[in-house]
């Protein structure tokens, strides 16, 4: 999982490059265009450093990992480097705006709350699919301690 994180992390970096280069895209994402706009390598501080906690955070198969990288796969992998990628291939509009106009509100919030949501909620059944309860058998009733 660790390594498929770093992989959908790479895909969202370069992708977000190449729509933040090419002028007739745009960056739903408001903390990378406030980068963006201060200075372009910033972005690449953004993701280095992304990269980074990953790699530290997933070293050993625990359920923070597991939920690192799940969260890591969906939101930055999934939503950001496919939709990203889908933008090239495909042209506009891109699926987080067909998403957004789906839920009917706007990139922005999507961006904001509606992927980390579906990041945590991936996050946490991965992490219990994975390695069963979330709290671990000591919080069960009747388990000693």
Same mark, same amino acid.
Do not use: K
């Given at each position: 999982?660790? =390594?498929?994180? =770093?992989?959908?992390l790479c895909l969202d970096g370069l992708?977000?490059? =190449?729509?933040?280069?090419?002028?007739?895209?745009?960056?739903?994402?408001?903390?990378?265009?406030?980068?963006?706009?201060?200075?372009?390598?910033?972005?690449?501080?953004?993701?280095?450093?992304?990269?980074?906690?990953?790699?530290?955070?997933?070293?050993?198969?625990?359920?923070?990992?597991?939920?690192?990288?799940?969260?890591?796969?969906?939101?930055?992998?999934?939503?950001?480097?496919?939709?990203?990628?889908?933008?090239?291939?495909?042209?506009?509009?891109? =699926?987080?705006?067909?998403?957004?106009?789906?839920?009917?509100?706007?990139?922005?919030?999507?961006?904001?709350?509606?992927?980390?949501?579906?990041?945590?909620?991936?996050?946490?059944?991965?992490?219990?699919?994975?390695?069963?309860?979330?709290?671990?058998?000591?919080?069960?009733?009747?388990s000693q301690r």
């Amino acid at each position: 999982m660790r =390594l498929t994180a =770093l992989g959908g992390l790479c895909l969202d970096g370069l992708t977000t490059w =190449l729509v933040l280069v090419i002028a007739s895209y745009r960056e739903l994402n408001p903390v990378i265009n406030g980068l963006w706009h201060g200075q372009p390598l910033l972005v690449a501080g953004y993701f280095g450093t992304i990269a980074l906690v990953v790699a530290v955070l997933t070293r050993h198969r625990s359920r923070v990992s597991t939920a690192i990288a799940s969260y890591i796969i969906v939101v930055m992998g999934v939503f950001g480097g496919l939709n990203n990628a889908s933008l090239f291939v495909f042209g506009g509009p891109a =699926l987080l705006d067909l998403l957004a106009t789906g839920l009917g509100v706007s990139g922005r919030q999507t961006v904001v709350s509606v992927v980390p949501g579906c990041g945590l909620c991936v996050a946490l059944a991965a992490a219990r699919l994975r390695h069963g309860s979330l709290l671990g058998d000591r919080w069960r009733p009747g388990s000693q301690r």
